[in-house]
Structure formats: structure tokens, C-alpha cells
């Protein structure tokens, strides 16, 4: 077997509570062979499970960078990169049910500003800004919002919210019963993890 040293270990989606959801994720200090792999790994499991955002968090990664591909498939639609991405000047506002891959077969309306202005680095290293709406906009507030350690069930109103939680409670019991098996780390060794990841490449932001 060849030895692939800038290789990082094969990235798997993580679903709710793991902690890399519900942690603010931190600022790139910068784009080298590694994060390419990310990237590429990300599209590719994004892809694989039908979506069309993904963000860092979701693969268990601290760092402040999401895809998407309004198509959801390699072979169409647009690859877009967004790394230490900022929000600005929310307007409007319109009602779209969304879903999350860290919390599969949960469907719910969730209301967010119709057009947003987005800040962020390219995978090239390039700085670039986009007014958005649509589509893109919503799925842009989505992923943000993964790096701010927020999901959509943050932004139900309350009768919503209340539905929501059985649906949390299960992912819960899921997880904590993955952890007792000893399929998944307990939370402790997560957030170790997340720490040495975050401390390797981030800024403090
Ligand atoms: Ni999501």
C-alpha cells in the first residue's frame, strides 16, 4: 500500500447531539492540501446521502467552511466552496420546509430572511462576495448556522418546537445508546478531538 501522508482519515457524516453540531466552529488559517481533501470528501458524502449543503461540522471537522450543490449531484449544478464565511443584510423573509443530513427523516417549515449577502474565501484562497435569494440563500443561512452550532430546530416557533423534541429525544437516546455500546466515543473524547483539530489549524475568531 502507497503511504499518503497529506491523506486525512476517511470523514463520516455525524447526526445529532454529537458535539461537533452544537459547537461553534472556528476560523481557517489556511487552505492547504488537507482542506482540498476535506472538501472533497464533504462533496462526496454529501452526494452519496442526497443533499445539497454541507457543513464542516457534519463530518465532525471545527472548522468554518461549508458546500453546496443546489443539484445534489456531481454531474450537475454548481460546486460551491465557503470558508470563514459572514452574513450580512438580511431582508425579507419567507417560510420553506427544510430538512438536515445530522437529522435525517426530521422535515419541518422554518422561516429565515428571503436574501442575505455572503462574505467568504473560495477553495482557491479567494475572497468573493454574493447577494443571494432563492434557494441559495436559504441553503447558505442553513450551513451558516451549522458553524454558529445552531440547526433548524433552533428557529421553530414553539408549537413546531415542541413537535421537534420527541424527534430530538430519540436522536438522542440513539446516540447515548451508540456511546454505551461502545460504537461511538463518549462526548468527552469528541470534544478532545475537536480541540487538537481546531488548535492544529484555526484562528481564535
Ligand atoms: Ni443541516
Redesign the pocket.
Known sequence: MPVEPTRRDRLELVEFPHPALLRRARPLVRIDDTIHDVVEQMFEIMYQAG?I???AN?VALPYRLFVVNLEARPDAGEELVFINPSLSRPRGNAVQE??????PGLRMDVRRPEQIVVKAWSLEGEPFEEDLDGLLARVVQ??F??LEGR??TDRLPDAAALEARRSLDTFREVFAGKQSRGELPVDAELLAQLDRLATERCGNA
Not at 427544510?98 to 437529522?103: F, K, M, N, T
Open positions: 443533499g449543503g454541507l457543513a457534519q427544510e430538512g438536515c443530513l445530522s437529522l442553513h450551513e448556522d451549522h440547526l433548524f
